[in-house]
């Protein structure tokens, strides 16, 4: 314990107050290793939901571009398949009647 000018008191209880000051030390040196570690965990997690946040928006860019590229490649497989189907109508209406389609 300390006196009125922040001194460590002597006397009878000499050793108890030191004990304590050791033990309060001792405390505040914990409790301010566990501040630190809990603002290095925040900070960690803080920066892991972003990267995480990021990778998602990059997902999600690769499967818009995925997509359109989906449709486009349906759009002109419809397109060759209506092109096919009016070429194979022209060859059959071209062909003599009872004639054997070409392999």
Known sequence: ???ENGEFQ???GDDLARLEEEIVRAGNARCEEIRQRTREM???L??????RREEAGRMREGLSRF???LRQFGSELAAGGRHFR???S???AARPAGAR???
């Open 90 to 92: 022209k060859r059959l």
């Open 10 to 12: 002597t006397g009878p």
């Open 1 to 3: 314990m300390t006196n």
């Open 86 to 88: 009016a070429a194979t």
């Open 67 to 69: 997509m359109g590229r």
């Open 101 to 103: 389609p070409h392999p």
């Open 46 to 51: 803080a920066e892991s939901a972003s990267r």
């Open 42 to 44: 925040r900070s960690f």
